[in-house]
């Protein structure tokens, strides 16, 4: 019903910049939530950045300052600005899609982000 696909994952210095972004396609929900999770092996899944369609945004905790995310209105498509990169930043980002009209939970494949010292 609902693809996520990601982009923009890579590999990046300490300090440096990267931006992903995920396009999501499908039947839709016209009010929904996207947002960026990451996953590092042995760890939980932890919250990066959350945006729903009225724009409303929530952040970890440690990404805050460094990190924004945004939203294009006229497709849905979710871009994640990552700034002051550090190697704890190194992960597994996957883009998530909430309808928030019905239900529906959708994850992508995930892209690696690798920070190095």
């Known amino acids: 019903q609902v693809q996520l696909v990601e982009s923009g994952g890579g590999l990046v210095q300490a300090g440096g910049s990267l931006r992903l972004s995920c396009a999501a396609s499908g039947s839709i929900s016209n009010l929904n939530s996207m947002g960026w999770y990451r996953q590092v092996p042995g760890k939980q899944r932890e919250l990066v950045a959350v945006i729903i369609s009225t724009g409303s945004t929530n952040y970890g905790d440690s990404v805050k300052g460094r990190f924004t995310i945004s939203r294009a209105n006229a497709r849905n498509t979710v871009y994640l600005q990552m700034n002051s990169l550090k190697p704890e930043d190194t992960a597994v980002y996957y883009c998530?899609?909430?309808?928030?009209?019905?239900?529906?939970?959708?994850w992508g494949q995930g892209t690696q982000v690798t920070v190095s010292a």
């Open positions: 998530n899609l909430i309808a928030l009209i019905g239900t529906g939970n959708y």
